[in-house]
Protein backbone atom coordinates (compact mmCIF):
# COMPACT_ATOMS: atom_id res chain seq x y z
CA UNK A 1 0.00 0.00 0.00
CA UNK A 2 1.27 3.66 -0.75
CA UNK A 3 2.66 5.18 2.14
CA UNK A 4 1.33 9.11 3.31
CA UNK A 5 2.64 11.70 1.44
CA UNK A 6 2.85 14.92 0.15
CA UNK A 7 4.21 16.63 -3.25
CA UNK A 8 4.43 19.66 -3.93
CA UNK A 9 3.50 20.88 -7.55
CA UNK A 10 3.85 24.90 -7.93
CA UNK A 11 4.11 27.86 -5.57
CA UNK A 12 2.99 31.34 -5.36
CA UNK A 13 5.02 33.36 -2.60
CA UNK A 14 3.86 31.10 0.30
CA UNK A 15 1.18 29.50 -1.30
CA UNK A 16 1.02 26.10 -2.86
CA UNK A 17 -0.62 23.51 -4.77
CA UNK A 18 0.15 19.99 -3.94
CA UNK A 19 -1.13 16.32 -3.11
CA UNK A 20 -1.72 14.40 -0.66
CA UNK A 21 -1.74 10.56 -0.72
CA UNK A 22 -3.39 8.40 2.02
CA UNK A 23 -4.29 4.87 1.97
CA UNK A 24 -8.07 6.05 0.37
CA UNK A 25 -7.08 8.21 -2.15
CA UNK A 26 -5.47 11.64 -3.21
CA UNK A 27 -6.44 15.10 -2.31
CA UNK A 28 -5.80 17.64 -4.19
CA UNK A 29 -4.30 20.88 -2.14
CA UNK A 30 -5.05 23.41 -1.21
CA UNK A 31 -8.33 21.36 -0.17
CA UNK A 32 -11.74 22.09 1.61
CA UNK A 33 -13.43 19.44 3.73
CA UNK A 34 -16.72 19.31 3.93
CA UNK A 35 -17.63 18.56 7.26
CA UNK A 36 -19.90 15.14 7.98
CA UNK A 37 -19.71 15.59 11.77
CA UNK A 38 -21.81 12.42 12.81
CA UNK A 39 -20.65 10.28 9.49
CA UNK A 40 -22.81 12.31 7.21
CA UNK A 41 -22.46 15.67 5.58
CA UNK A 42 -26.19 16.88 6.68
CA UNK A 43 -28.32 17.41 3.55
CA UNK A 44 -26.27 15.65 0.76
CA UNK A 45 -25.50 12.03 -0.36
CA UNK A 46 -21.75 10.90 -0.48
CA UNK A 47 -22.27 10.95 -4.19
CA UNK A 48 -23.34 14.43 -4.43
CA UNK A 49 -20.21 15.46 -2.12
CA UNK A 50 -18.10 14.14 -4.63
CA UNK A 51 -19.84 15.64 -7.22
CA UNK A 52 -19.34 19.31 -5.69
CA UNK A 53 -15.53 18.40 -5.77
CA UNK A 54 -14.48 17.07 -2.47
CA UNK A 55 -11.90 14.87 -2.33
CA UNK A 56 -12.09 14.68 1.97
CA UNK A 57 -14.53 14.63 4.20
CA UNK A 58 -14.48 15.04 8.06
CA UNK A 59 -15.91 13.13 10.81
CA UNK A 60 -15.84 13.67 14.58
CA UNK A 61 -14.48 10.77 17.32
CA UNK A 62 -16.66 12.93 19.96
CA UNK A 63 -19.67 12.33 17.99
CA UNK A 64 -19.58 9.01 16.90
CA UNK A 65 -17.83 7.63 19.97
CA UNK A 66 -20.98 8.54 21.41
CA UNK A 67 -23.43 7.45 19.25
CA UNK A 68 -24.02 4.85 17.25
CA UNK A 69 -19.95 4.01 19.39
CA UNK A 70 -16.90 3.51 17.52
CA UNK A 71 -17.16 -0.53 18.53
CA UNK A 72 -19.83 -0.53 16.67
CA UNK A 73 -18.64 1.59 13.48
CA UNK A 74 -15.73 -1.07 13.58
CA UNK A 75 -17.85 -4.30 13.29
CA UNK A 76 -19.82 -2.57 10.81
CA UNK A 77 -16.49 -2.57 8.47
CA UNK A 78 -15.04 1.07 9.50
CA UNK A 79 -16.25 4.86 9.15
CA UNK A 80 -15.83 4.37 5.09
CA UNK A 81 -18.59 1.47 4.75
CA UNK A 82 -20.37 2.56 7.25
CA UNK A 83 -21.14 6.08 5.52
CA UNK A 84 -20.44 5.15 1.97
CA UNK A 85 -17.49 6.78 1.53
CA UNK A 86 -14.33 5.19 -0.34
CA UNK A 87 -12.50 8.39 -0.02
CA UNK A 88 -10.39 10.05 2.38
CA UNK A 89 -11.51 11.04 5.69
CA UNK A 90 -10.19 13.10 8.63
CA UNK A 91 -11.77 12.87 12.18
CA UNK A 92 -10.91 15.67 14.80
CA UNK A 93 -10.16 14.46 18.05
CA UNK A 94 -12.59 15.64 19.95
CA UNK A 95 -11.02 17.96 21.87
CA UNK A 96 -12.51 20.90 20.64
CA UNK A 97 -16.79 19.47 20.97
CA UNK A 98 -15.80 18.51 24.43
CA UNK A 99 -14.66 22.03 24.94
CA UNK A 100 -18.16 23.81 23.51
CA UNK A 101 -20.51 21.44 23.77
CA UNK A 102 -20.21 19.51 26.96
CA UNK A 103 -21.21 20.68 30.53
CA UNK A 104 -19.20 20.29 33.66
CA UNK A 105 -16.27 19.16 32.33
CA UNK A 106 -12.87 18.57 34.52
CA UNK A 107 -9.57 18.72 32.85
CA UNK A 108 -6.66 17.61 34.36
CA UNK A 109 -3.02 15.59 32.99
CA UNK A 110 -4.89 11.89 32.20
CA UNK A 111 -7.73 14.05 29.98
CA UNK A 112 -10.92 15.44 30.60
CA UNK A 113 -14.37 14.47 32.14
CA UNK A 114 -17.36 15.46 31.04
CA UNK A 115 -21.10 15.21 30.39
CA UNK A 116 -22.65 14.00 27.31
CA UNK A 117 -24.78 16.75 26.04
CA UNK A 118 -26.86 14.13 24.13
CA UNK A 119 -27.62 12.18 27.21
CA UNK A 120 -26.05 13.89 30.60
CA UNK A 121 -23.87 10.34 30.50
CA UNK A 122 -20.71 10.87 32.38
CA UNK A 123 -17.60 9.95 30.10
CA UNK A 124 -13.72 10.32 30.02
CA UNK A 125 -11.43 10.90 26.81
CA UNK A 126 -8.28 10.49 26.89
CA UNK A 127 -5.14 11.17 24.42
CA UNK A 128 -5.09 7.22 24.06
CA UNK A 129 -9.03 6.89 24.00
CA UNK A 130 -9.03 9.26 21.22
CA UNK A 131 -6.80 7.98 19.03
CA UNK A 132 -8.48 4.34 19.80
CA UNK A 133 -11.58 5.64 18.51
CA UNK A 134 -9.99 7.11 15.52
CA UNK A 135 -8.05 3.68 15.06
CA UNK A 136 -10.91 1.97 15.13
CA UNK A 137 -13.33 4.58 12.83
CA UNK A 138 -10.26 3.85 10.10
CA UNK A 139 -9.89 7.32 9.38
CA UNK A 140 -6.88 8.22 7.20
CA UNK A 141 -5.74 11.11 9.12
CA UNK A 142 -5.75 11.07 12.21
CA UNK A 143 -5.76 14.48 15.03
CA UNK A 144 -3.97 14.45 18.24
CA UNK A 145 -6.55 15.20 21.50
CA UNK A 146 -5.95 19.03 22.10
CA UNK A 147 -7.31 21.20 24.77
CA UNK A 148 -8.55 24.19 22.62
CA UNK A 149 -7.22 27.54 24.16
CA UNK A 150 -10.40 29.69 25.19
CA UNK A 151 -10.46 33.36 23.48
CA UNK A 152 -9.53 35.56 25.06
CA UNK A 153 -6.82 34.54 27.12
CA UNK A 154 -3.76 35.65 29.47
CA UNK A 155 -0.38 34.64 27.87
CA UNK A 156 -0.14 32.36 31.14
CA UNK A 157 -3.01 30.67 30.65
CA UNK A 158 -2.64 29.88 27.07
CA UNK A 159 0.42 28.56 28.04
CA UNK A 160 -0.46 26.14 30.73
CA UNK A 161 -3.18 25.22 27.84
CA UNK A 162 -0.69 24.89 24.91
CA UNK A 163 1.82 23.07 27.38
CA UNK A 164 -0.92 20.66 28.43
CA UNK A 165 -1.59 19.86 24.53
CA UNK A 166 1.86 19.12 23.84
CA UNK A 167 1.89 16.55 26.74
CA UNK A 168 -1.12 14.96 25.20
CA UNK A 169 0.64 15.47 21.43
CA UNK A 170 3.36 13.05 22.57
CA UNK A 171 1.65 10.56 24.11
CA UNK A 172 -1.04 10.49 20.68
CA UNK A 173 2.38 9.61 19.00
CA UNK A 174 3.08 7.02 21.18
CA UNK A 175 -0.53 5.25 20.80
CA UNK A 176 -0.73 5.65 16.96
CA UNK A 177 -1.30 2.60 15.10
CA UNK A 178 1.55 3.34 12.46
CA UNK A 179 0.54 1.64 8.93
CA UNK A 180 0.99 2.65 5.26
CA UNK A 181 -1.20 5.38 3.49
CA UNK A 182 -2.52 6.76 7.31
CA UNK A 183 -1.25 9.60 9.09
CA UNK A 184 -1.20 11.30 12.49
CA UNK A 185 -1.55 15.29 12.61
CA UNK A 186 -0.28 17.46 15.44
CA UNK A 187 -1.76 20.52 16.96
CA UNK A 188 -0.49 23.93 17.08
CA UNK A 189 -1.59 25.54 20.06
CA UNK A 190 -1.08 28.92 22.33
CA UNK A 191 -3.65 31.35 21.85
CA UNK A 192 -2.57 34.60 19.91
CA UNK A 193 0.88 35.07 21.74
CA UNK A 194 3.62 34.68 18.92
CA UNK A 195 6.36 32.94 21.13
CA UNK A 196 4.04 30.23 22.42
CA UNK A 197 2.84 29.10 19.03
CA UNK A 198 6.00 29.17 17.74
CA UNK A 199 7.37 26.75 21.26
CA UNK A 200 4.12 24.66 20.35
CA UNK A 201 5.43 24.17 16.59
CA UNK A 202 8.62 23.83 17.87
CA UNK A 203 7.89 20.64 20.20
CA UNK A 204 5.46 19.21 17.65
CA UNK A 205 8.00 18.80 15.45
CA UNK A 206 10.72 17.30 18.12
CA UNK A 207 8.10 14.05 18.61
CA UNK A 208 7.13 13.99 14.93
CA UNK A 209 3.85 14.10 13.00
CA UNK A 210 2.84 13.41 9.62
CA UNK A 211 0.98 17.08 9.45
CA UNK A 212 0.42 20.28 11.31
CA UNK A 213 -2.80 21.53 12.52
CA UNK A 214 -2.91 24.73 13.26
CA UNK A 215 -5.85 25.32 16.43
CA UNK A 216 -7.49 27.64 18.73
CA UNK A 217 -8.47 30.31 15.81
CA UNK A 218 -11.87 30.51 14.67
CA UNK A 219 -13.03 31.34 17.84
CA UNK A 220 -13.87 35.13 18.14
CA UNK A 221 -10.66 36.26 17.43
CA UNK A 222 -11.73 38.53 14.10
CA UNK A 223 -9.90 37.67 10.74
CA UNK A 224 -7.29 40.35 11.24
CA UNK A 225 -5.81 38.54 14.34
CA UNK A 226 -6.22 35.22 12.38
CA UNK A 227 -4.15 36.64 9.54
CA UNK A 228 -1.34 38.11 12.19
CA UNK A 229 -1.29 34.41 14.09
CA UNK A 230 -0.92 32.55 11.09
CA UNK A 231 1.83 34.76 9.78
CA UNK A 232 3.57 34.24 13.10
CA UNK A 233 2.94 30.03 13.01
CA UNK A 234 3.51 28.98 9.06
CA UNK A 235 7.29 29.98 9.01
CA UNK A 236 7.76 27.81 11.89
CA UNK A 237 6.42 24.57 10.39
CA UNK A 238 8.20 22.46 7.98
CA UNK A 239 7.58 22.96 4.39
CA UNK A 240 7.44 19.19 3.65
CA UNK A 241 4.06 18.50 5.36
CA UNK A 242 0.82 19.56 5.02
CA UNK A 243 -0.58 22.51 7.09
CA UNK A 244 -4.27 22.47 8.26
CA UNK A 245 -6.30 25.72 9.56
CA UNK A 246 -9.10 24.23 11.52
CA UNK A 247 -12.27 25.68 11.48
CA UNK A 248 -11.53 28.18 8.78
CA UNK A 249 -14.21 29.58 7.52
CA UNK A 250 -15.48 31.98 4.86
CA UNK A 251 -13.87 32.33 2.01
CA UNK A 252 -12.03 35.45 2.35
CA UNK A 253 -10.88 33.63 5.59
CA UNK A 254 -9.78 30.99 3.05
CA UNK A 255 -8.38 32.85 0.45
CA UNK A 256 -6.20 35.07 2.41
CA UNK A 257 -4.70 31.71 4.52
CA UNK A 258 -3.89 30.25 1.36
CA UNK A 259 -1.85 32.86 0.75
CA UNK A 260 0.11 32.47 3.73
CA UNK A 261 0.61 28.80 2.71
CA UNK A 262 -2.48 26.58 4.43
CA UNK A 263 -3.18 23.59 2.74
CA UNK A 264 -6.38 22.36 4.59
CA UNK A 265 -9.16 23.94 5.86
CA UNK A 266 -12.37 22.30 7.12
CA UNK A 267 -16.06 24.80 8.71
CA UNK A 268 -19.37 24.10 9.12
CA UNK A 269 -20.29 27.03 7.60
CA UNK A 270 -21.36 26.56 3.87
CA UNK A 271 -23.77 23.16 5.37
CA UNK A 272 -24.87 25.44 8.21
CA UNK A 273 -25.94 28.17 6.16
CA UNK A 274 -27.58 26.21 3.44
CA UNK A 275 -29.96 24.27 5.87
CA UNK A 276 -30.87 28.18 7.28
CA UNK A 277 -31.06 29.66 3.51
CA UNK A 278 -27.86 31.60 3.68
CA UNK A 279 -25.97 31.27 -0.29
CA UNK A 280 -22.31 32.35 -0.68
CA UNK A 281 -22.35 33.56 -4.68
CA UNK A 282 -19.32 35.30 -6.27
CA UNK A 283 -20.57 38.73 -5.53
CA UNK A 284 -22.60 38.46 -2.37
CA UNK A 285 -24.22 36.68 0.30
CA UNK A 286 -27.83 35.77 0.04
CA UNK A 287 -30.35 35.12 2.55
CA UNK A 288 -32.99 33.33 -0.06
CA UNK A 289 -35.92 34.04 2.38
CA UNK A 290 -36.22 37.48 1.52
CA UNK A 291 -39.04 38.77 -0.03
CA UNK A 292 -37.50 40.05 -3.04
CA UNK A 293 -36.63 36.79 -4.25
CA UNK A 294 -40.01 35.61 -4.55
CA UNK A 295 -40.54 36.41 -8.02
CA UNK A 296 -37.08 35.95 -9.40
CA UNK A 297 -36.50 33.86 -12.02
CA UNK A 298 -33.24 33.83 -12.08
CA UNK A 299 -30.92 31.31 -10.74
CA UNK A 300 -28.77 31.96 -7.40
CA UNK A 301 -25.46 32.39 -9.44
CA UNK A 302 -25.44 32.20 -12.93
CA UNK A 303 -22.18 30.88 -13.21
CA UNK A 304 -22.46 28.12 -11.01
CA UNK A 305 -22.52 24.52 -12.59
CA UNK A 306 -24.10 23.06 -9.27
CA UNK A 307 -27.68 21.41 -9.97
CA UNK A 308 -29.82 24.36 -7.94
CA UNK A 309 -28.04 26.80 -10.26
CA UNK A 310 -28.32 24.76 -13.08
CA UNK A 311 -32.15 23.81 -13.10
CA UNK A 312 -33.89 26.36 -10.07
CA UNK A 313 -34.70 29.75 -9.94
CA UNK A 314 -34.61 32.06 -6.67
CA UNK A 315 -38.50 32.26 -6.59
CA UNK A 316 -38.49 28.45 -6.49
CA UNK A 317 -35.84 27.93 -3.88
CA UNK A 318 -37.43 31.28 -1.53
CA UNK A 319 -40.81 28.73 -1.99
CA UNK A 320 -38.93 26.01 -0.64
CA UNK A 321 -37.54 27.49 2.11
CA UNK A 322 -41.24 29.28 3.12
CA UNK A 323 -43.12 25.83 2.59
CA UNK A 324 -39.96 24.06 4.79
CA UNK A 325 -39.45 21.75 2.49
CA UNK A 326 -36.57 19.42 3.05
CA UNK A 327 -35.75 19.97 -0.62
CA UNK A 328 -34.76 23.47 0.02
CA UNK A 329 -32.06 22.48 2.87
CA UNK A 330 -30.55 20.17 -0.10
CA UNK A 331 -30.09 22.32 -3.07
CA UNK A 332 -28.79 25.36 -1.06
CA UNK A 333 -26.32 23.01 1.00
CA UNK A 334 -24.93 21.70 -2.47
CA UNK A 335 -24.64 25.03 -3.81
CA UNK A 336 -22.42 26.28 -1.03
CA UNK A 337 -20.01 23.14 -1.08
CA UNK A 338 -19.83 23.46 -4.62
CA UNK A 339 -19.05 27.41 -4.13
CA UNK A 340 -16.52 26.35 -1.85
CA UNK A 341 -14.95 23.58 -4.01
CA UNK A 342 -14.91 26.27 -6.96
CA UNK A 343 -13.06 28.52 -4.55
CA UNK A 344 -10.61 26.15 -4.13
CA UNK A 345 -10.23 25.07 -7.62
CA UNK A 346 -9.88 28.39 -9.04
CA UNK A 347 -6.96 29.43 -5.70
CA UNK A 348 -5.31 25.82 -7.37
CA UNK A 349 -5.21 27.13 -11.06
CA UNK A 350 -3.97 30.96 -9.72
CA UNK A 351 -1.25 29.40 -7.75
CA UNK A 352 -0.25 27.35 -11.28
CA UNK A 353 -0.88 30.31 -13.05
CA UNK A 354 1.60 32.55 -10.66
CA UNK A 355 -1.25 34.88 -10.04
CA UNK A 356 -2.90 34.35 -6.94
CA UNK A 357 -2.52 37.90 -5.87
CA UNK A 358 -4.53 39.53 -8.69
CA UNK A 359 -7.23 36.69 -8.11
CA UNK A 360 -7.19 37.68 -4.17
CA UNK A 361 -8.17 40.85 -5.11
CA UNK A 362 -10.72 40.08 -7.71
CA UNK A 363 -11.92 38.00 -4.86
CA UNK A 364 -12.53 41.08 -2.73
CA UNK A 365 -13.35 43.26 -5.10
CA UNK A 366 -16.81 40.79 -6.64
CA UNK A 367 -17.36 40.18 -2.99
CA UNK A 368 -18.18 44.22 -2.03
CA UNK A 369 -20.06 44.35 -4.80
CA UNK A 370 -22.96 42.94 -3.92
CA UNK A 371 -26.16 41.27 -5.03
CA UNK A 372 -27.08 41.89 -9.12
CA UNK A 373 -29.91 44.28 -9.15
CA UNK A 374 -33.19 43.62 -8.44
CA UNK A 375 -35.48 42.66 -11.57
Known amino acids: MTAFAMEVFATDGAARVGRLTTAHGEIRTPAFMPVGTAATVKAMTPEAVRETGADIVLGNTYHLMLRPGAERIARLGGLHDFMHWQRPILTDSGGFQVYSLSSLRKMDEAGVTFKSHIDGTEMHLSPERSIEVQNLLDADITMAFDECTPYPATEEVAATSMRLSMRWAERCRGNFVERPGYALFGIVQGGMYADLRAESAATLQ ?3 FDGYAIGGLAVGEGQELTFTTLD ?3 PHLPSDRPRYLMGVGKPG ?3 GAVRRGVDMFDCVMPTRSG ?3 QLFT ?3 TLNIRNARHADDPRPVDADCRCPLCRNYSRGYLHHLFKAKEIL ?5 TWHNLSHYQDLMADLRQAIEDHRLDGFAGEHEARAMLGDIEPI
Not at 328 to 332: E, H, S, T, V
Open 253 to 255: DIV
Open 275 to 277: RTG
Open 328 to 332: GAMLA
Open 282 to 284: RRA
Open 232 to 234: AVV
Open 206 to 208: GIG
